[in-house]
């Protein structure tokens, strides 16, 4: 049986069309949650998204964490920029 994802095919890339990366830039970010870059750094600076990380010279936010600020959002909520701070602190508290 031939493997798909050979050289030809495009490689590891080409054996998962689907895949998603963990790791997101600014930009990939900020539409991942549905915001644009000047929304998205709002929320980063007042806690309601998650800090991004460093490697190297490169800005990365982790997809999960993103996930788990945007399902903290609570658009019925007039105090969820509050709320969502509280989560994100006590989350970095639980790691």
């Not at 895949?19 to 600014?26: I, T, V, Y």
């Not at 990939?28 to 806690?47: C, L, R």
């Not at 998204?49 to 999960?64: A, C, L, T």
Request: charged share 30%; net charge negative.
């Amino acid at each position: 049986m031939a493997r798909s994802g050979t050289a030809k095919s495009g490689g590891i890339v080409g054996s998962f069309p689907q895949l998603c990366p963990r790791g997101l830039s600014r930009d990939q970010a900020s539409a991942y949650v549905g915001v644009g870059v000047t929304k998205f750094n709002e929320m980063v600076e007042d806690g309601r998204m998650p800090q991004p990380k460093h490697v190297d010279s490169r800005v990365i936010w982790d997809r999960y964490q993103l996930d788990q600020s945007f399902e903290a959002l609570d658009a019925d909520d007039t105090d969820d920029t509050a709320k969502a701070k509280q989560a994100w602190e006590d989350r970095l508290k639980d790691q």
